[in-house]
């Protein structure tokens, strides 16, 4: 199958070459409005056509697919043109800038019967993979919270605060291993530095309520001196904390937790801490674009959607969304 990737920057140069090297995808074109991007690839992948119009790849009906990474203000327009013309879609997270649009893709892929993609990488990774077999085999037990950081230095963006930069990921990551529906959202941040015209938040703290008592939190930040990529989830029987920056031992499963006893007739309550053994599961050394790129391929052969569809980008546009506006209010609760 053909595939046209639209958006040679820094993330699309890493989809040209995974699709490069794909065993079951051509890469027929390249495509970038600035023309020194696609100079540099046309060296690369000589056997790829280059164009810095996007129109001419939906015009071509040799195309089946096309992986958009270009800036989130312009996806929704190219992934509408492409779902129109009966391509496939692959869309860089965020899926779109508003919900309202990630909701027009779904239905033009519905219509048109072709797989809108949303690329949440971290999805992909062995670690986020063990770590859905680990909750779907009830290793945690019952969910208690998710809390997340993921701050460094940078990179500042033009377009986007942090919250669009960092948040995706780990709010991709929620959606994927918990699942669960968030009723209501409050986020604060900050624009530390100005910089330009426009006030970006380069920090932010995000927490996102669900109905049964639990929670979710998020912290992202773009001026932090060093580089932390950390999840831990809270379960009732044990917790695993998953630290992105290890090389050897991303995972680790604590068989801790407490456990509470009301004695009613004394009046009393007992809290028993359990701190027990911990280990660290194996997790395989594989490229999760290269795994993504296999999935897309296998679901856009079967016709069936990826794990991380529409729905999957839409969950986390709701989110993004939801997340500004408070901000915007100083930390309002924002019910979904
Ligand atoms: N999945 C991930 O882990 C991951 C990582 C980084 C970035 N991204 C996403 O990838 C997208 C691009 O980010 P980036 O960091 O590569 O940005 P970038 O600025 O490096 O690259 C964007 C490219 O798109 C080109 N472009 C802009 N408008 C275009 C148009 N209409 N037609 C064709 N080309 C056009 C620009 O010339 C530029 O080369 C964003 O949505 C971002 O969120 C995803």
Redesign the pocket.
Known sequence: MKIAV?????????LLRNFYQSKDWELAYA????QK?LDKFAVMYPEAKTT???AEIMADNSVDAVA?????H??Y??ALAALEAGKHAW????LTDSSASARKLIEAAEKNNVQLHV????IYTPAVQKIKDLIDNDELGDFRYFDSIRVNLG?F?HD?NVV??LA??DFSILHYCIGKKPIAVNATGKALEKYGTKEIESIAYITVHFEDNTMAHFNVNWMSPVKIRQIIVGGSKKMLVFNDMSTDEKLKIYDSGVSIQNREEIYDTLIQYRTGDMYSPRVENKEA?KTEVEHFYECVKAGKATITDGTSGLYVVQLLEAAEISIKNNGKLVEL
């Open positions: 639209i958006g040679c920057g820094y993330w699309g140069n890493h495509c970038d409005t600035d991007q810095t119009d996007y958009i990474a270009t800036p989130v312009t996806h327009d190219i869309v860089e997270k965020p690329d949440h990488t971290y990179l963006q986007i669009w930069d995706p990921h674009l």
